[in-house]
C-alpha cells in the first residue's frame, strides 16, 4: 500500500513557501468518491468554487480554473491574449519571474525584460518610463509576480497599475498569484488587472494540480483577436459552458472538491483576518531573523513578503548543507536558494494553514539547525518572535474579558 | 464541510465509461500529506510512478506525466512533433476522434479526416490506400483513437500498424488510449506507436488530473525540430529531469500518490487478469443486451470495446430520459449518446475496479430502468450475463478444487 | 502499512447481516483528529449524539452510550437492574437469545428459558401465561431479542408488552436490538420497554466498538437497588455526567464522530424512509428465494425481519461451502448459521446503507453461487427480486412525474 | 456532515497526557471498510495485533483485547482474578490511583489504600512493610498504577516487585500501564507483573476504545477459581478463541486495524528508540520548567514521567483559566488539574506522535500563555529546552557524518 516514508514520530513541518501544509479537513473533502462531472451533483459544485474563486480574486468578470500547475496558468495568460511576436514587458524579480519569461521566449513572444536584484519588487518608476517612451504602443502585456517566491519580495501590484496609468499605455496588465492570493490582499477589479494568474498549491491550501486565471473584459476581448494557437487553455468555450457548472473537458474532480472546502475554510475565518494573520506571522519571522544577526533578502520593508521569508547564509556557509541537517533532525522542509540564490539563501514559508505554535516550532527548528550547522548567529530568535507574538495576541486578550462571557464556541 | 449529496441509501453506481469508480486504497493514498516535491521522499514516488507506467504502456522509451486532463495529453502530443500547417491523417471514429480533430485544426495543423460511420474502428485499408497515395510525405502523423469512449468500438491498433508499414510512410503514428490504458492489451513498442496519449480517469482508477504521454525515440527527435510553440507541454526538460524522479514545475504530488496505489493494484492483480476480467464483463454485458433484443451500436465483434458497450435506443425513445429514470430511480448513472448520438444511445461502462457483482447490479438497474421508462424490451438480460458469469467461472472452481488446499489467502 | 487483502477488483460485499457496509461519510467522520474529550467542543458532540439517539430508540427518557460491543450492553442492562440469583425470564428465539441467556447464568441470574424452535419469534401467549403463574412476582424480568439475528426471525415486541399487562406482572421488559435499531421499527417509551439494548454495527452502519441501553424511569430506580456488582457498567454516574455533554471515563471519541454522521444521514433520509427501504428489500429477498424453490427459515410472515434472511439449505449440502464458493468466487461474504443451524442455512443481510441495485448484486452471487456449488434450485430468483423492485419503484415514478420539475436536488 | 469546530488556522495542540495526537498512518488505517469478524481476511489481522502487543508488553503469556476504555480493563483486572470480600492492597498515587480503588470498592472488594502525597510513586518499602505483616495472606493482589497521569509520576514497579519478592508474598501483582505503555520501558514478564492493565489512546498513538489485559498463567489460574460474576471481560473464553485470531463477541474491527498500524510504526521506529525520544522530551520540558522558575509536582527525580510533567501554578493563580487562555489563543489543550489539584496544576503532555519541533511549539504556548495570563514566571524556557534539545541532537549529527552517504532514505 502506498506509504510515505513517515519513520519518524510527529508531523513533518512542510516550511516550504508552497506547496504548503494541508488541512485535514481539505484532504478529506479529496477523498470523497468521484463523480460524473456531467450529472446534476456536479454542477452545484462547479458553480460554486467559480463563485468563490471570484471572491478570492475579488473580481466580478470571469475565472477560469484549470486541471494544471501554476506553470499552466501562466502558459493559459499569454497564448489567450498574444500573438507570435508581440512585445512584453516583463519584470526581473527573482527565479519565477525569470521563468516565466522564458515561457515566453518558447511561445514566441519578444520580452523586454526590466533588469532586478532579486531583493526588490517590480519598480512602478522603471515601468511607467518604459512605458511612456512606447509611444507606438508596441509593447502588448506587462507581467508582474505579485509575490516572488524565490526571494519573499511582493512586488505593490497598485503602485504598478497608476505606473501604467500615468504613462496613459493600452497594454494588458498580467499578474502572477501563484503565492500570494488567499494569503496576501489582492484586488484583481479594483487594481485593473487584465489576467492574474493563481494556483491552488499555496496559499488555497489545496494539493498541486489546479491552477487559474482571473480574466478582465479588456483580456477576454483580446483574446478574440490573439492569435498564438491554443486549445487546452482556451479561454472562450471554457467561459461559455462553466456558466452551467460544468467544463468542456474532464475537469479534476477531486481537486475540486477540496477546493470546494478551502473556499468554506478560507470564508468562515474572513479573507481579512486570513491577510492579518499571514502579516503577523511574517513580521514575529523577521524579529526572529534580526535576533539571530541574520539577514532579511528582501530589502525593502514595503515589499516584505508576508508568505515567506528568504534569509541570506553568512559567507562561506552553504544553504543547502544547513537544509538537510534541519530535514534529517527536525523533520522540517525549508526552501531552498534557487538558481543565482543557490546555497546562499534558505527560504521559511510560513503560509497556508498555520498557526502560533507551528511558527514557533518552525523556527525553533531553524534556530537549531543554525547551532547544529554552525552557522554564526546569535540566540533568542524563538523568543523574539514568541514576545511579538504574546503581545499581539494580548490585545485580543483584553478586548475578549469585557467582550464574551463563554470561551466554548 | 464539504459534502457530496448523498441522501441516497447506498453507494452510488458511477457506469459512466470514466471517470470510472476510484477504489478505497487510491483515495485513502491521494489522501496522504503532500511532501516537498524538491526532497528525497518525492524522488523515490516519481521514479516509482514514471516506471509503473512504461509497465503499463509496455513502453522502454519514455513516458511524460503531466499534471493535466487527457485532452492536454493530446496537445502535448501535436504540439511537441508537429509543425504549423502540417498535414495529420486522422480517423472519425467517434465524439472523441472529432475533438482531437478539431483541437488539431485549432492548433493551426491540417487535418485529413477520414470519414466514418461512429460504428466502426479505424479503417486500416483506407489508411493504408491514402498513405500509399502520399508519394511526397506529406502526411506527417496518422492519429487513431484506440477505445472511442463515445461509441464502445475498439480500433485495431496492431493493424494500423501494419498498414502504415506496407505503404511505406515514414509518419509518426500517434494513438489516444484514454479509455483503453489498463483495461484493454496495449503494446507501445511492439505496435511501433510514436506517441500514445492516456489519462487517470479511466483503467487507471484514478480521479481525473494526471495524462501521459508514452514516447518513441523517433517522436522525441521529431520534437527537436518541430515548431508548434509550446512550454508546459514541452518533453525535452521533462524528459531531462525526469531521470532524477524530479519535475521541471510543481507535480500533482497528491494524484501521483494514488497513481503508485493504482499501480500496485494493478500488478497485484496482473495487467493479463485485468485485461481478461474486463473481457469477460463485456461479453456478459453484450449477451444482457441481446436478451433484451437491443442493439449493440459497435458492428464489428473484432472491435467490441471491454471498456464500454453502447446500446441503440428504439426508434420514438429517447435515451436522455431513460438514464434520468435510472439515476433517480437506481443511483446509477449511465454515459450518453454524444452530438449525433445523443438521446440515440446510452452507454454501460465496465471498466475499472470492478466485479461480477457490481456489473449484476449495473445491469439490474438497466433493465429495470428499461421498464419504468417503458422502452420496449425482452427481460432475461440479467439472467442471461448471470449464466455466463457463472459458466466461466465454473471452470476456475473446477481447477481450484484441484490445486488449492485452502480458501485464507 | 496497514493493508485490507484487496487483491480482486471491484468492492467486496458485505452481506452479513452485521457488521454492515460502513457509508463512506462515516469513515471520514471517524477520520477526524481525536480531540480532549475534556474540552469545550467535545460537549457539544456528546450531547447532540445523546438527543439523537433518544430520537432513534423513540424514548424521552436516558440514553447510555458505552465504548463497548453490544455484549457489553447485554451486560449494562443485568447487572444494572438486577441482584444476585434473582429470576429471569427469556424466551429462546436462536443463538443470540442463547447467548444473553448464557451471559445470565454466568452473573448469576436464575434463568427460566421459554423454548423456541428457533423459526418463530417470542410467543406472547406463552409469556403472559408463564407470568400469570407468578403471583408471587419472582420474576424480575423478561428479555426477549427483537430481531434474533442467526434466524431472520423478527419478535412482536408491542405484543409481548400486552401480554406483560395483561398478566398485570411488574417485570422489567429487557429488549434487545442490535440488529433491528435504525432499520425496523421500534419504539422504547410507548412499548413500555425498561432496557433496551443496542449496537453500532448494523442499523447504526457504523463499525462495532459502541453499544447503547436505553433506559426508563422504572428500570432507573431498579438501579438503586440492585445489588449485581457493577462499575464500567453503572448507569448512574454516566447519565449524572452525560447531562452536560461529556462521560465518566474516556469514550470512544472517534466512533463518536461516526454516530454523529450516521444519525445524520438517518434523519436526512427519514426512519419511515429507512424502515420502508429495509421492508423492500426484504420483500424482494424473500421473492428471490422463493422463485429458486428454497425454503425461508422463519415460518410466520408477521415475523419475517426485514433485516436479514435466513435461507435453509437442501439436505445434504453444506451451507459454509456454498458460503466459501460465494466468497471465492463473488467476492462476497453471507453469514453462516450458527451453532444448531451450522451448515444447514446461510444468512442474507440486506440492511444498513445498502439500495436497489446492491441488493441485485448480492441476489445474483447467491444465486450463481448455488449454480456453482451444485445446489438444487430454480433459476429466476433475481429477476423476480427485480420485477418487484421495478414495480414498487414504479410506483414513486408515477407519482414523481406530476409533482417535480427537475432531477437536480 | 461531520465537522470538528475548526474555524482556527493550523492544527490544534492536543497536548493533554492522552488521548494524544493519532498520526495520519492510523487514522487512515481506521478508515478502511469493516469486513467480516468471521472470514478469513479477520484472522490473519487478529493474530497480527495479538502478537504484535505480546511484544509491546514484553510477555510470552497472554495478551486479551477489550473493545472498551481503560476502565474496562481496569475492571477485567480485577474480576477476573477476584472473589466478593477480597482484601486488595493499593498504592494512593493519584486521581487514576483514587478511581480504581472505588472501583474495587463498587465491586465488593475490600481495599487498603496506602496513602501518598499525590507527588510520588507507590512506596516500595511501605509495600513490602504492609505485605509482611499479611502473615495469613489475606492480601490477594498488589496495585499499582506505572504512570500516573494525574501527577506525572512513574512508580518503580521493578523495586515494588523484589518488595512482594522480599516480603515472600503470594498476591497477585496487577499495574496499570494506560498512560505509559509504549512510552515508557515495561517489562510484563520480567517484573514478574500478574495482570498489566492498559489502553488504546496514549502510547499506541490510537483514539480511545481499545483496552488491554497482559495476563500471567498465575493469574489465569487465579481466574479459575474465582468468583466475582463476569461475562463481558471473562479471560477464559477469549483466549480459547484468539489462539483462532478470532474474538467471542464482535471485535471493534476498524480500530483493530488502526492497531496493526499503530504497532508498525512503533516497531519501525523501535520500543528503545521510542522511549528515549520520550525521556528527552520530558527532560527538555523540565528544563524549560526550571527556566520558568515553576515547580514540578513530581518531587522525585528517579519518578519524573516521560510522558507528561505536570506543573504547580504559583499561590493565587488559577490552572484552569491560564488553561482557558491557552486554548482560547494558541489552539492548544493542555491538562488539567484532577480533584484535589483542581486548579493548582497544569499538565504538558509530551507523549505518542511527536517531535522535537512539535515539542518547542507546546513549550512556546505554555510560556507565551503565562504571560497573557499574567503568572509570574521567568522568560527562557522555550530556549532552555531548545539548548538541550539541540545539544543532544548534536551527538547524533556527529555521529552520522561518518556513517551515512546520503540523506536520501
Not at 40 to 51: H, M, R, Y
Not at 218 to 244: C, F, G, H, V
Not at 342 to 355: A, E, P, Q, W, Y
Not at 363 to 371: C, K, N, Y
Amino acid at each position: 500500500m502506498f506509504l510515505l516514508n513517515s519513520h519518524k514520530s510527529g508531523r513533518h513541518f512542510l516550511q516550504i513557501p508552497g506547496p504548503t501544509n494541508v488541512p485535514d479537513r481539505v484532504l478529506r473533502a479529496i477523498d470523497n468518491v468521484t463523480i460524473d462531472h456531467r450529472g446534476p451533483e456536479f454542477a452545484v459544485i462547479g458553480k460554486a468554487v467559480l463563485a468563490g474563486m471570484k471572491k478570492v480574486f475579488k473580481t466580478e468578470s470571469h475565472v477560469v480554473i484549470y486541471p494544471a500547475s501554476g506553470t499552466g496558468a501562466w502558459e493559459a495568460a499569454l497564448v489567450n491574449t498574444l500573438s507570435p511576436g508581440d512585445l512584453v514587458l516583463m519584470a526581473e524579480t527573482g527565479h519565477f519571474a525569470t521563468l516565466w519569461k522564458k515561457m515566453a521566449d518558447k511561445l514566441g513572444l519578444k520580452v523586454e525584460f526590466l533588469p532586478g536584484d532579486w531583493r526588490h519588487g517590480a519598480n512602478p518608476a522603471q515601468i511607467e518610463a518604459r512605458l511612456a517612451c512606447d509611444k507606438e504602443h508596441q509593447i502588448k502585456a506587462v507581467c508582474v509576480v505579485h509575490n516572488e517566491t524565490s526571494t519573499g519580495v511582493t512586488s505593490r501590484i497598485a503602485d504598478v497599475r497608476r505606473a501604467i496609468d500615468k504613462a496613459g499605455h493600452p497594454a494588458l496588465f498580467m499578474v502572477d498569484t501563484i503565492s500570494s492570493l488567499a494569503s496576501i490582499d489582492y484586488r484583481h477589479d479594483e487594481w485593473g488587472v487584465d489576467v492574474t494568474v493563481s494556483g491552488s498549491q499555496k496559499g488555497l491550501m489545496l494539493p498541486p494540480g489546479l491552477s487559474f486565471n482571473a480574466v478582465s473584459e479588456k483580456a477576454l476581448a483580446a483574446s478574440k483577436t490573439a492569435r498564438l494557437p491554443r486549445s487546452y487553455w482556451d479561454w472562450q468555450e471554457m467561459i461559455a459552458i462553466n456558466s452551467t457548472g460544468y467544463f468542456p473537458y474532464t475537469p479534476a474532480t477531486n481537486l475540486l472538491y477540496g477546493l470546494h472546502e478551502a473556499l468554506e475554510m478560507l470564508f468562515e475565518e474572513g479573507l481579512d483576518a486570513v491577510f492579518m494573520r499571514h502579516q503577523r506571522h511574517a513580521e514575529a519571522t523577521r524579529r526572529a531573523v534580526r535576533a539571530w544577526g541574520m539577514e532579511i533578502l528582501c530589502k525593502n520593508p514595503d515589499e516584505y513578503s508576508s508568505v515567506l521569508t528568504a534569509v541570506m547564509m553568512p559567507n562561506g556557509h552553504d544553504a543547502d548543507a544547513f537544509r538537510k541537517i534541519v530535514l534529517k533532525n527536525f523533520n522540517m522542509s525549508l526552501g531552498q536558494g534557487l538558481t543565482k540564490l543557490s546555497g546562499k539563501i534558505f527560504r521559511i514559508g510560513h503560509l497556508g494553514d498555520f498557526n502560533d505554535l507551528t511558527l514557533c516550532g518552525t523556527l525553533a527548528g531553524v534556530e537549531m539547525g543554525l547551532s547544529l550547522a554552525g552557522v554564526p548567529h546569535r540566540k533568542g530568535g524563538v523568543q523574539a518572535a514568541m514576545d511579538y507574538l504574546a503581545e499581539s495576541a494580548a490585545k485580543e486578550v483584553t478586548a475578549s474579558i469585557h467582550a464574551e462571557p463563554s470561551l466554548i464556541t
